[in-house]
């Protein structure tokens, strides 16, 4: 199993920036991707942007490509996400999420950390 904590929430003005963390510790080894989730009040969870563990590929949405920014340091089993920027549609609790290589599931996910966008 991993084990997935987010930190670096919190509140910013639009055009601001946040970096979020995502610690992942336990069976990292088994992990072949993270990625970067959010839900926004009275909508559905959405995929923001994801890194493959070995190489660093990455992934965006449409919506944040070209504001947002993931990387990962593999030496501390931490990935983040940059994000510059920031509109008031940005406001949603995030939650990153490891893929296992086994099965392909997002089978761990840390507990969310909210980011709020003021406009």
């Known amino acids: 199993q991993v084990q997935l904590v987010e930190s670096g929430g919190g509140l910013v003005q639009a055009g601001g920036s946040l970096r979020l963390s995502c610690g992942a510790s336990g069976r990292t080894f088994s992990i072949y991707a993270v990625a970067w989730f959010r839900r926004a009040p009275g909508k559905e969870r959405e995929f923001v942007s994801g890194?493959?563990?070995?190489?660093?590929?990455?992934y965006y949405s449409d919506s944040v490509k070209g504001r947002f920014t993931v990387s990962r340091d593999n030496g501390k089993n931490t990935v983040y996400l940059q994000m510059n920027s920031l509109k008031a549609e940005d406001t949603a609790v995030y939650y990153c999420?490891?893929?296992?290589?086994?099965?392909?599931?997002?089978?761990?996910w840390g507990q969310g950390t909210q980011v709020t966008v003021s406009s």
């Open positions: 890194i493959r563990w070995s190489d660093g590929e990455t």
């Open positions: 999420a490891a893929q296992c290589r086994v099965d392909g599931n997002f089978g761990s």
